[in-house]
């Protein structure tokens, strides 16, 4: 069998990263052969995603693949879910694709119950209402961009509108439609009724299922980066979604998986999606996976708090070491904890006065030096996993075992420690690059080099040991 490289881009909300997966037929090896930031931009009152920049950075990933002699087969694009760019009917971009943080939307939910509640929404979508969500989005633009809206011919979310770029094509897969608060998972399809009666006009793109090819790189991009043509593939590409692909367990319903980055995504595997009030209440959401699964999972803050502290640190000038941190919160006494789901901490802006702050105000012994700060949060985590997975055994009346933790948190052994010792769950740590992973297997899968997930599952436990941590 002849060496494959699947190029998987994966772009997240605080940085991206090109990452060559080289499939022998046997094992999968990742090389990251690019990461680069990705920041939102401020410009007047409007908060937007630098999207040629991205663009560019995943053009500059084919560069450095063509400088290091590595041709690249196919290409798969992830990102976060509900921003997306806007079209017009000869396929110009118009305007710049706002942050999920842009404060057009932080009133416009009491403005859209009064046609349907967030009540009617979530029984129709399955998903918890929020301002950030795809459709709250449309309905801001109606008031604060209606030029644009008046000339858009198509909606393509944010990892099909840089596929867009790359090939001329147009898509979307169900993984990322599920997530607009526009998409109805037992029916499959959209919810047009919702776009009629906010006055909101017909855009959003086809829908297909995940692992399909959207189009070959066009003749530009190959002369610009050097790159011999390769089919582009619609893997799934809401990164959550790839993410969760890449859980190394035979039957993901019979596990809690927690897929932690920026966002931590807590839940398991459903055979149909379960929509009541105590779903809502309780904020889980019914989102689509790859080959149409439903993930039952609950979003919230994540390591977003520390990246933040991290950030906040850097511009005073302070150095910091994650593997020191990690070593120090393994050994540390310091077990104090905040609600790490507040509103406030999704807020950019000072996080350490928040952290102190809140801690103070429960009684709590506040962290002053930045090791217990470290700690505080990943005591946050932990105490917040414990809560969120009680919650998810009680609405889907199961007793799960084991939890487990893919993505960047996974690397964090203080934090998997700390989870087990509060869920009393043995935890299994990785693979960490499980976005990637996701991706890429899924381009494999669909070129034909790999029969099915069963198969790619045998690959990912071969190519990426997991690491246990007992309660």
Known sequence: MRTLNALGMDF??????????????????????????????????????????????????????????????????????????????????????????????????????????QREVFYRTGMEPHHRHTLYQLIAMRQYEKDILDKADALLFIPNLLAYFLTGNKSCDSTHASAALLYDPIKKVWIKEFLYSYGLPDILPGISKSGQITGELLNSVCIETGTATCPVILTPSHDTASAIAAVPTKDKSEVIYISSGTWSIIGSTIKRPIINDDVLKCGFNNEIGYNDEIMFVKNITGLWVLQECLRQWAGEGQTTDISYFDEYAKNADYNEYFDIEKEEFMESGDMVSKIQNNCRSAGQKAPESNGDIYACIINSLAMKYKEVIGLAEKLTDKKYSRIHIVGGGAKDSALCGRAAKATGMVVCAGPYEATAIGNIITQLIALGEIRDMDEARAIIERSFPLKTFDP
């Open 12 to 117: 997240g909300a605080s940085g991206g990263r090109g990452i060559i997966g080289k499939y022998d037929g046997n094992t999968l090896a990742l090389n990251e052969i690019h990461r680069f930031p990705n920041y939102p931009v401020n410009v007047l009152s409007g908060t937007y995603w630098n999207i040629f920049m991205l663009f560019e950075e995943m053009k500059n990933s084919l560069k450095k693949a063509k400088a290091l002699s590595i041709p690249v087969h196919s290409i798969g694009i992830d990102a976060w879910a509900s921003d997306y760019g806007i079209l017009d009917s000869q396929g110009n971009l118009l305007g710049n694709p706002h942050h999920y943080r842009d404060i057009r939307t932080d009133n416009i939910v009491e403005e859209a119950n009064k046609l349907f509640s």
